[in-house]
């Protein structure tokens, strides 16, 4: 299945999307939230067929309600290490946005107050599907309720010259847009092995594959899982590969204006464009 949200910032539905439709459940359930994961709305979900419900179309907005966290991998592709300078990790870095950086995969990227360094990161996320806690690799997977993609947005400044962790460059308003839908896991034959890209103004900046990854999708739920209870509905960013801006010399960052489109295979499609802070 894949798992979409529609409507007004706030006023979301949820909906099954399939056949380049989108049906409307919300008669069925409240939201994809954590309570809809915990009571095994997924295989509720599953019982239904899309057609019997209304089309629906508008602004997507995140494909998941907002989670309890939203949990990061940093560095977890050895280019992009080499790109930034930075050693190749021997454990996953782990750091958080801000849950009010959650934004629909095609909603303006606000350029924060002051900053002049705004990047781009094409990353695959993990959505959690029920409780994890001290997780083992080998169970990993029965606690993924499925995959979509995310534009890691990150005000470099802030991450790396403002001091203290990589958190008060990750989490800035609009800085986390996913979706456009959350494919359950049997929609993805091997997580390992998805395409993946990102354009500024049609110029292409990153393309990857998944099966760089550093740390893969079972260790890294299962690392996560020895520090921090994951809740259903919670999101992991499995990191970026190289390409970003931060890499160039000199370094290339968003302006107002600048168009970003990105992708991954069976996870769709987002485009953003960027906007300066209006307060």
């Known amino acids: 299945m ?8 706030g006023a979301e539905k949820p909906c099954i999307y399939q056949d380049r439709t989108y049906y409307d459940v919300s008669s069925r359930f409240t939201d994809f939230n954590e309570s809809f994961f915990q009571q095994n709305g997924l295989a509720e979900l599953a019982k239904l067929n899309p057609t019997d419900f209304p089309m629906i179309s508008g602004r997507l907005g995140s494909c998941v309600a907002r989670p309890s966290k939203i949990v990061c991998v940093g560095l977890n592709y050895a280019d992009h290490a080499k790109e930034t300078g930075a050693e190749i990790p021997k454990e996953p870095i782990l750091f958080f946005k801000s849950t009010t950086a959650l934004s629909g995969p095609n909603d303006d990227i606000i350029i ?16 959690i599907g029920k409780k994890a806690s001290y997780v083992s690799e080998a169970d990993a997977y029965d606690y993924v309720a499925g995959y979509c993609l995310h534009n890691d947005l990150s005000e470099r400044e802030y991450q790396l010259e403002r001091g203290g962790n990589w958190s ?20 993805i034959a091997d997580v390992h092995q998805l395409g993946m890209w990102l354009d ?8 990857s594959s998944t ?29 970026t590969p190289h390409g970003v801006g931060l890499g160039f010399n000199p370094p290339i960052y968003l ?8 992708g991954m295979d069976g996870l769709g499609e987002q485009q ?6 209006q307060g």
């Open 2 to 9: 894949k798992l979409a949200r529609i409507g007004k910032e």
């Open 211 to 239: 099966n760089q990854l550093i740390f893969n999708v079972p260790q890294v739920v299962s690392y996560i899982s020895q520090f921090m209870t994951l809740l259903p509905g919670d999101v992991i960013s499995t990191g």
């Open 168 to 187: 008060k460059g990750k989490g800035c308003d609009s800085f986390a847009p996913l979706g456009p839908y959350l494919a359950t896991k049997e929609e």
């Open 200 to 207: 500024v103004n049609g110029k292409r900046f990153q393309t």
């Open 112 to 127: 924060p107050k002051n900053s002049t360094k705004t990047d781009w990161e094409v990353e695959l996320a993990i959505v």
């Open 272 to 277: 953003q464009t960027a906007i300066a802070y």
């Open 255 to 262: 302006k107002p204006g600048d168009v970003v489109t990105l």
